[in-house]
């Protein structure tokens, strides 16, 4: 017991559990609102919401979103984390089972399954409106009676019935109904080697159950032919299905690349050439020291409007991604991509993200979320980095304009079909492990009901991410580029003022002579080289000006002639006389090593450090290793 301004007040977590789709997030949003966060489970990468519900008595509820699942009997990380938080569960904690109205022999086995853990249960249907239309109409009040515990009706969207929920969870952790007809008999059977006889068992002996229980409710009558039904006769036919998924990506990648990039332009015009000269020039005017104003302006401020600068592409991509679930439809996506998936151990639902990351990275590492199974979502975001975003394209462009002017066109199409290779390549070695915990078996689903998405589902969902992003991979982006900007601003060299150094002789350019050497193997031992690679990780976009920079150069129109030819003479020099194998080099460098800081920052957060830094470092190793290759291939050819 706690007490609040003097009333005494109960601590209650309500752990959301129910079907994939069967309305969670709708029911999380209506009662938690704005109060959400995003957090792994302890030991997973297995991501759940929580949040607090909001009531205008003293009463405290917390409330946990858990993954959803067919079944206590786990078989995937996600479904452990379910089945964990039920059997740790305490005192003051109540389950509320989702009830899908649309699927009630399905719900009520989950909810059963619950009920043997002897943990409170209390029942919230959802989709109540769709009785009759896409299912078998039932009672609800009906379905409370025959289990003797508390059953609650949501309303559409779920606008109303919240009220009684409330009341109703903190009953239970009082009353601790128990549903009629089943024993509690604790956790699952021997958890750390379950005996699949006993477990077998137990699971026909709850499917007796749930046909008693559900056999008077339903109406025997067949439903008739819904809109879902005919859309899917259509859209699930490889021959139509799969042209429209392809419209459906090619929607994705112009959101990715066309809508989010004017906005993204002007977040960092607002930042850096508006905000960050005013800043100066009132510093100045304060009399404040040059060094300190280049640390606020031309570091920190510049750093946070790179962060600020993804927020527009994160929340588009967030956005479009949450209503294509929310609406049913990458569930379908992911039944007629299914084939092509598996062929490289994973499943169709993969595909999507695979596909948002040859427009950006970032945010096909956001899309991983509505991947439903943990280990698949670890194999994609390991997987990314090597799709070919478009930051990259500027660099192919270059190289190939300089050093394959005849065939340009095909060197630029040649990193695109190696960014698949690649792909196919990592997707075979990293998904063993998958294949070895059953993850290739086939894709067995439940195909939801076509709906419009609900945008008071949706904002909720797309704030709760986009500022975990901020808070928490943001905070890497600006840590990494503050040391960059600090690297580039000491001199050590010259005789040059702080802020005002020449690349060559500042620390920055230092650290790129001394990593020079390393490039040997791909005929790019040169500093400037070194200096491209470095700055292209923190953003691939930039390579090209920071060549030109290392050269005393613009990158503009009127001097890339100069810059042609000083970069042909760099790499002939480097390379020994083989400027074109080396060229080739740089060209499968670029498209293997990390994608940016931000890419790295958004990983960390996702997978964590062990993760992130162990796929950093395989991915200097690889981008290593072929780009060696490649240059001594080119050389004997």
């Known amino acids: ?208 159950w749930v046909e008693r229980t559900t056999a008077h409710l339903i109406n025997t009558g067949a439903p008739a032919m819904t809109a879902t039904d005919r859309l899917d006769r259509w859209l699930l036919k490889p021959g139509i299905g799969l042209p429209c998924f392809a419209a459906v990506l090619w929607l994705l990648f112009e959101l990715a690349t066309r809508l989010a990039a004017p906005l993204m332009d002007a977040v960092t015009f607002l930042i850096e050439d508006t905000a960050a000269p005013a800043l100066s020039g009132w510093l100045e005017s304060w009399g404040t020291p040059a060094w300190t104003i280049g640390a606020l302006t031309d570091g920190l401020l510049v750093a946070i409007g790179t962060v600020a600068a993804f927020v527009p592409l994160m929340m588009l991509m967030h956005t479009a991604i949450t209503m ?64 070919s975003c478009v930051a990259r394209l500027t660099v192919y462009l270059m190289l190939a304009a300089v050093f394959f002017p005849a065939h340009a066109g095909l060197v630029v199409l040649g990193m695109y079909a190696g960014s698949v290779l690649l792909i196919v390549a990592a997707s075979t070695v990293l998904s063993r492990s998958a294949r070895s915990s059953g993850h290739t078996l086939p894709l067995i689903m439940i195909l939801p009901t076509y709906q419009w998405p609900v945008w008071r589902t949706v904002v909720p969902t797309v704030l709760t991410r986009v500022r975990a992003f901020l808070t928490k991979a943001g ?86 002639q100069e810059f042609s030819t000083r970069l042909h003479r760099t790499l002939t020099e480097s390379s020994g006389g083989y400027p074109s194998a080396a060229a080739a080099a740089f060209l499968v460098f670029v498209l293997t090593y990390t994608p940016c800081v931000a890419t790295l920052a958004e990983q960390r957060r996702l997978l964590g450090r062990r993760w992130a830094y162990g796929a950093l470092v395989a991915q200097l190793a690889l981008a290593w290793i072929l780009a060696s290759a490649t240059f001594a291939i080119g050389r004997l050819l």
């Open 324 to 387: 294509l679930d929310a609406s049913g439809y990458l569930a379908r996506a992911a039944v007629v991509t299914d084939r092509a998936m598996r062929a490289i151990g994973l499943d169709g639902r993969a595909v999507v993200p695979l596909i948002v990351g040859f427009g950006c990275n970032l945010p096909a590492l956001a899309a991983t979320q509505a991947l439903p199974h943990a280990r698949h979502r670890l194999v994609v975001r390991l997987l990314i980095p090597y799709t």
């Open 1 to 208: 017991m706690r007490r609040e301004a003097g009333a005494p007040t109960t601590t209650v977590t309500a752990l959301l559990i129910g079907n994939p789709n069967a309305g969670k997030s709708t029911l999380f949003n209506a009662i938690t609102g704005a109060s959400q966060r995003a957090t792994n489970a302890p030991g997973t990468t297995v991501e759940l919401a929580r949040g607090r519900w909001r009531s205008s008595d003293n009463q405290r509820i917390g409330v946990v979103d858990l993954p959803g699942t067919y079944s206590l009997m786990a078989r995937s990380p996600d479904e452990h984390v379910v089945t964990d938080a039920v059997d740790r569960a305490g005192g003051h904690d109540v389950a509320v089972v989702v009830i899908d109205a649309t699927a009630l022999t399905r719900s009520v086995y989950l909810l059963g399954q619950v009920a043997q853990r002897g943990l409170p249960v209390v029942a919230v249907v959802t989709k109540a409106d769709r009785m009759g239309i896409d299912a078998q109409r039932w009672d609800p009040d009906e379905l409370g009676v025959t289990l003797g515990i508390p059953v609650v009706t949501l309303g559409a969207h779920g606008r109303s019935g919240t009220d009684e929920l409330r009341r109703a969870v903190i009953a239970a952790t009082q009353t601790r109904h128990q549903v009629r007809g089943i024993v509690p008999a604790g956790p699952a059977l021997n958890p750390s080697h379950p005996t699949v006889p006993a477990e077998l068992a137990r699971a026909s002996s709850l499917f007796d």
């Open 475 to 560: 905070k890497t982006i600006v840590v990494v580029l503050m040391v960059v900007w600090l690297a580039m601003s000491l001199d050590v060299r010259g005789d040059h003022e702080f802020g005002d150094v020449a690349v060559e002789d500042s620390a920055y350019g230092v650290v790129a002579h001394a990593i020079a050497p390393a490039l040997t193997p791909m005929g790019l031992d040169d500093w400037r080289v070194a200096s491209a690679i470095m700055t292209g990780f923190v953003a691939k976009e930039v390579m090209v000006g920071a060549l030109a920079q290392s050269y005393a150069l613009d990158d503009d129109a009127g001097e890339s």
